[in-house]
């Protein structure tokens, strides 16, 4: 049999964890971009402090894109509540924002701490 030999379960184990290490850093160096989400939502939160609603609704659709561009690989890194909760907390900002709402604040400042955490490379719980 082949999995019998010893050498072979070394061989598998090892592949395994080669594996593991490379997803890691695929998610953590190549794919999520943090950064640009939580610059897009300080940009779109001080625009809303300063009540200038034309920058902010710009600055919504930047997010909005780049939400779009990286949701592919969020999805594949986190669990499906997560990616529903910013979907759904993305969508309540866009209707805050369009009817200038300063309770956007708020939901804004939800929405950063979800971003922070969906976009590590292996959130936690």
Known sequence: MMFDRTYIRIWIAFIWVLAFITMGLFFEYGVLNKDLLLFNLTNLESN??????????????????????????????????????????????????????????GAIGELKSLAASITEAFPGP
């Open 48 to 105: 809303v402090v300063n009540k200038d609603w034309e920058n902010a609704a710009t600055e919504f659709v930047k997010l909005e894109n780049n939400w779009r561009q990286q949701r592919f690989f969020i999805q594949l890194n986190n669990g499906t509540s997560d990616v529903s909760s910013f979907s759904a907390k993305l969508a309540q900002i866009k209707t805050l924002v369009y009817n200038e709402k300063e309770e956007a604040l």
